[in-house]
């Protein structure tokens, strides 16, 4: 599921804004540029609503900041209506103009038109290197054999890492404890459940905030393991 960040000072906008997205994407909300900064860099939106005229630091300073970290499609709001508000949204870095009050079906129209744009292209899913898998803060380049978590080098054994490789090539797909070890060992699978449970739990220790309730590396009890 996608991820989008909405970010306006006025919380009626959040409000409709997120009621209107989230049965089709994960919403996360900010309320100035300042936090909508700092929600870009933990949360890796995969694109951004951004209100124009807000306290701390407007719109377009963010946009402007956020451009040089993330190349993820910008959608401007704005109760203005004239031309030089619009052409100052787009060339700070925003990708499309949205005047407030806006209708639902316009909201949608916009937000799936971008984001069909740049998966497209591949600017939401690989970046520019294609040799990279990112699921939120979990970063794995498989031609550097290099997982980063948060920002941050993670030490895996070849064996973690294979498993790391293909949950990650498959996310959201919930595998069989067998499932993994053949793909990983590449040997039959039998009686493997606590194999694979131990490197799980290796990983999980070395991914995950708290371990015993993991963000990213789930089980799903009774069928298996998944990356979400």
Known sequence: MYRVLVVDDDPSIVQIASEILKEEYNVRTAANGLEALSSV???????????????????IEATVKIRE???SPILMLSAKTESSDRVLGLTSGADDYLVKPFYREELLARVQSLLRRYDHLGSIREGENKNVLQIRDLRLNTDEKKLTVRGNIVRLTPTEYRIMEFLMRNPGHVFSAE???SHVW??????VENTVMVHIS????????????PDYL???WGIGYVIE
Not at 41 to 59: F, K, Q, S
Not at 186 to 191: I, P, R
């Open 41 to 59: 860099r933990e949360y890796h939106p995969d694109l951004i609503i951004m209100d124009v005229m807000m306290p701390e630091m407007n719109g």
């Open 69 to 71: 970290i993330s190349n």
């Open 179 to 181: 499932e993994i070890y």
């Open 186 to 191: 590449e040997s039959e699978a039998y009686s």
């Open 202 to 213: 290796r990983i999980r220790d070395k991914i995950e905030v708290n371990p015993k309730r």
């Open 218 to 220: 789930k089980v799903v």
